[in-house]
C-alpha cells in the first residue's frame, strides 16, 4: 500500500495534473475519488488541521451549492461549514494530497512537488502544456 493519497476529481485537471506528477516520482497513490467517497467528518477536521489552512480556505466557492447556501456569509461557524463540506463534497477544494512530508491543498499543482518522498523520475509537462519538471527530474520553477 503506498504512503501517499491523493483525495482527486478526475474531472479537474489541476487534480489530473497532481496524480500525474505523484506517478512521476515513482508512486503509485492511494485514490480517493471524494465525491463517490467523502471523508468522514473526524478525517476532514484532520485534513484541515494537518494542512494547517482556516476551513474556509478549502471551501470551493465557484460551484452550485456555494451560492445557493449563501456560504460567503461569515455567520456560519468552522463546524457549519465542515458539515455542508459532508452534506455536499463538491464544495471540498481539490485536490489535497498527504504523504509522510505533509498534507497541502495542491493549487497549483506543482504544490505536491514540495512533500513528495521522492524526485521526479523525469520530465513533465501540464496538460495545458506548461512544463513544471525538466528531463533531469529538476523542477523548472
Known sequence: MSNITIYHNPACGTSRNTLEMI????????????LD???????????????????????RKN??????????????????????????????????VVTPLGTRLCRPSEVVLDILPQTQQGAFTKEDGEKVVDASGKRIR
Do not use: C, W
Request: no cysteine.
Open 63 to 96: 460551484v452550485e451549492p456555494y451560492e445557493q447556501l449563501n456560504l460567503a456569509d461569515a455567520r456560519f461557524t468552522d463546524e457549519q461549514l465542515i458539515g455542508f463540506m459532508l452534506q455536499h463534497p463538491v464544495l471540498i477544494n481539490r485536490p489535497i
Open 23 to 34: 506517478r512521476n516520482s515513482g508512486t503509485e497513490p492511494n485514490i480517493i475519488y471524494y
Open 37 to 59: 467517497t467523502p471523508p468522514s467528518h473526524d478525517e476532514l477536521v484532520k485534513l484541515i488541521a494537518d494542512m494547517g489552512i482556516p476551513v474556509r480556505a478549502l471551501l
